[in-house]
């Protein structure tokens, strides 16, 4: 007996647990419901007047709602208890936590959305970030807030304006759209999309902007600039203005502090003050030095006289000496595998050096430059020009000189220890062989231009003069020599020493720059040793 009414006992208070377990959810979901709820804090007045009012509770003087952790103030209100929502006027602040602060002359704030309609005057601080408009929806429950009739946003140094965007407080990165501007100390900006990071400082260019940074103008439809540290990274063919120079390439990386510039692809920089452009897959330039550097299939194009001079290396180096005075001047490094080509000059050789200082283009290392039948090479090459023209050519050591006759057949050659060439209008005036200078010529008939003979000469020095691209007037410091007719040419006089005909790694266009061709193994020009002057033994 005892033991049924145990077992009883045992189920009635069980079932009274079940019983209760409804009532206690109703309970805690009733309390949910009331989390969610606004509620009025404080009011100096409140009246109710259903006639002028409708269901609205009219609040005056020091109004205080709190609502999920945040706290609303104004001068007056109307509080719709049963739609949980009020309106508010005069002085309205909204306050959440210690980092968002909300203000307005006037809002709607709705408490199962979480949204507050501000209008007139808005101000939205996070942190060190400050948004001004005169209308903006902020949803607490997404945490952002977008504005439609104008805007600025604040961050330190920097300001934003756009007709219309959004600013999310979570991320910290607001969305401009519409006739957007960018400012600070130092940049200009503007597009009509971009994405900012405020953490960052980061302003994310995603659509047609143009950028000004001290001297530079920077166009781009896809990139980064960070305002704080002042560099860009920039994609899609952007492109960088600088005082007459242009940078152009599939990805570009800019720093206005220092002036550095870093080009990836389908590179372009075009010089238009002196009138030439560097080409490649990577590129370096810095403003402010005016140091340059293009590598990767590099090119660099002269258009300063008629007929364009392509001219390709392994790597293209850009000093710039003197920047910013009257007396600056630049040095332009090419190697190795140098290859130029223009129309009239085509020359080849393992590296050379531009001085503008002195206009001087030195070729090092097995140089050789052709113009049409003519062949020219030596040890070391000096091209000197003036207004943008070649002045004259000094060949030293080992030069040789070779003509092609019409028959393709036979050479005209000097060879010498140094050679001169004297250019006027752009042709040759005068040229000067200077030391040991042999010379194998063939002299033609007037008549018929047929060959007459081999003339074999030596002399110390020989200098020719033309007029129209022909010989005029030849003088010699006692020549000593035989005219050989043609049909008694000694075979060792056909060519001089050292002679080698090098038109097959001759430049054919301007696309063959790019396709290296070396001299046959034994033509190399080895250095020739040089005899120094014996040392002063009187004091020892």
């Not at 965007?165 to 009509?192: C, I, P, R």
């Not at 330039?285 to 590598?295: C, I, K, P, R």
């Not at 090119?299 to 364009?308: A, W």
């Not at 070729?363 to 039948?373: L, V």
Request: proline share 3%; with cysteine; aromatic share 12%.
């Amino acid at each position: 007996m005892k033991r049924y009414l145990l077992v009883l006992l045992g189920l009635v208070v069980l079932g009274m647990v079940f019983a209760m377990q409804p009532a206690r959810k109703r309970t805690q979901r009733k309390k949910a419901e009331q989390d969610k709820r606004v509620y009025l804090v404080h009011a100096d007045n409140l009246h109710y007047d259903q006639y002028l009012n409708g269901d609205a509770q009219v609040l005056n003087g020091n109004v205080h709602f709190r609502h999920v952790g945040a706290n609303l103030y104004c001068d007056s209100a109307h509080f719709y208890e049963q739609s949980n929502s009020f309106e508010a006027f005069g002085h309205v602040k909204m306050v959440q936590g210690d980092t968002l602060r909300l203000t307005s002359d006037y809002a709607f704030y709705n408490g199962d959305d979480q949204l507050a309609q501000a209008r007139r005057n808005v101000v939205l601080k996070h942190r060190k970030t400050t948004l001004y408009t005169d209308s903006l929806d902020y949803d607490r429950m997404y945490s952002f807030g977008n504005f439609f009739e104008g805007g600025k946003l604040v961050d330190g140094k920097t300001t934003l304006t756009s007709d219309w965007g959004e600013y999310h407080t979570d991320s910290k990165v607001a969305m401009f759209y519409y006739d957007v501007h960018l400012k600070d100390n130092k940049m200009y900006l503007t597009t009509d999309s971009l994405y900012y990071d405020t953490r960052t400082s980061t302003a994310h260019i995603v659509g047609p902007s143009t950028i000004i940074s001290g001297g530079s103008n920077i166009y781009s439809e896809n990139g980064y600039y960070n305002t704080r540290t002042e560099q860009s990274q920039l994609y899609g063919r952007s492109i960088i203005k600088d005082q007459g120079r242009t940078l152009i390439g599939d990805s570009v990386y800019h720093n206005a502090k220092d002036g550095t510039n870093y080009a990836f692809r389908n590179v372009i920089f075009n010089d238009s003050v002196n009138k030439n452009m560097l080409t490649g897959d990577y590129l370096e330039y810095n403003d402010s030095t005016g140091y340059a550097m293009a590598t990767k299939n590099a090119v660099t194009v002269d258009f300063s006289q008629k007929d364009s001079l392509f001219m390709h290396a392994d790597t293209f180096k850009i000093y710039t000496f003197n920047i910013n005075t009257d007396s600056v001047y630049r040095k332009i490094h090419a190697y190795n595998k140098v290859r130029a080509y223009r129309t009239d000059v085509q020359a080849v050789c393992d590296s050379l050096v531009y001085n503008s200082q002195d206009s001087c283009m030195t070729m090092y290392r097995d140089p050789i430059i052709w113009n049409e039948g003519q062949q020219l090479f030596g040890e070391k090459i000096c091209i000197y020009m003036k207004d943008n023209a070649i002045d004259w050519v000094h060949v030293i050591n080992q030069a040789f000189s070779i003509e092609q006759m019409p028959d393709s057949t036979h050479f005209n050659q000097i060879s010498s220890k140094e050679m001169k060439a004297f250019f006027q209008d752009g042709q040759m005036r005068e040229t000067q062989a200077i030391d040991n200078v042999l010379i194998v010529f063939y002299p033609t008939d007037d008549a018929d231009s047929t060959l007459i003979g081999l003339n074999y000469t030596e002399t110390p020095l020989l200098k020719m003069f033309l007029e129209n691209r022909k010989m005029k007037r030849i003088w010699m410091e006692k020549p000593t020599g035989t005219l050989y007719p043609m049909t008694q040419i000694p075979p060792n006089k056909l060519f001089l020493p050292g002679y080698a005909w090098f038109d097959y790694i001759r430049p054919l266009n301007k696309h063959d720059i790019f396709n290296w061709r070396p001299k046959e193994g034994g033509t190399e020009l080895k250095n020739q040793t040089r005899r120094e002057p014996p040392k002063n033994t009187l004091n020892q």
